[in-house]
């Protein structure tokens, strides 16, 4: 069964300064694909980025962007240039391509930047 | 254009009861799913349906039943709730893939 692992309960960055949450995952299927979405307080899901294990290049959307290194099976969102904004809850998620579209999620992050 | 609508959006529960969470997407989404996230916990899934007709148990499948209706909407029981079962309760859809999931707004759910 797949799972993902998401270690950091709770990270702190400077406004304007760049951060990494860790994600890593597990599973024996190649194929799957890894998303990564942001939960504010206000409790809405919100999409940020996502990697396909067979995509060639690291997926970036703005000021996010992912390391994806397949063979330490890690996925790690990084944020750039930190708005106050960004505080949130952040989770890792993951899909299996073919287990009936079954989508698994980590424990999450809470990030906070600091002004 | 609503997404996926999740009704309630509260209920107090005591011990005991029944009730139906109600999801509905607008999407034409083949697949949908019901998450509990708990304090510090993420999401865990309890049920999914990848297409019409079809439901899988999740990860913490005890203690409820589910029902795809149709395409459109996907419903999640409680036949007997418990206390452990207080939680917020999300319901997603999505297309297979590298699609993402659209969540509801979620149903804060309370079991005295």
């Known amino acids: 069964a797949q799972k993902i692992t998401q270690t950091q309960p709770g990270m702190f960055v400077q406004e304007k300064e760049a951060v990494t949450l860790d994600c890593t995952y597990d599973?024996?299927?190649?194929?799957?694909?890894l998303f990564w979405y942001k939960q504010p307080s206000s409790g809405e899901m919100i999409f940020l980025i996502y990697?396909?294990?067979?995509?060639?290049q690291n997926a970036t959307e703005g000021r996010y962007s992912l390391n994806f290194q397949k063979a330490r099976k890690s996925a790690n969102l990084v944020i750039s240039a930190s708005q106050l904004g960004d505080s949130a809850m952040y989770f890792c998620?993951?899909?299996?391509?073919?287990?009936?579209?079954?989508?698994?999620f980590g424990a999450g992050t809470r990030l906070t930047v600091k002004p | 254009n609503a997404g996926v609508t999740q009704t309630p959006k509260f209920q107090v529960l005591k011990t005991g009861q029944s009730m139906t969470l109600q999801c509905a997407q607008d999407?034409?989404?083949?697949?949908m799913y019901w998450y509990r996230q708990d304090p510090g916990m993420g999401l865990r899934l309890i049920y999914y349906?990848?297409?019409?007709?079809?439901?899988d148990k999740g990860e913490v499948p005890n203690g409820y039943n589910v029902s795809r209706l149709n395409k459109r909407e996907f419903s999640l029981r409680l036949e007997s709730a418990a206390p452990s079962q207080t939680s917020v309760y999300f319901c997603?859809?999505?297309?297979?893939?590298?699609?993402?999931?659209?969540f509801g707004d979620g149903t804060r759910l309370s079991i005295l």
């Open positions: 998620a993951m899909r299996v391509t073919g287990n009936n579209n079954d989508m698994r």
């Open positions: 990697q396909g294990s067979y995509d060639q």
């Open positions: 999407m034409n989404h083949n697949s």
């Open positions: 599973t024996s299927d190649p194929s799957y694909g």
């Open positions: 349906s990848a297409s019409e007709g079809t439901t």
């Open positions: 997603a859809s999505s297309e297979a893939g590298r699609w993402p999931q659209h």
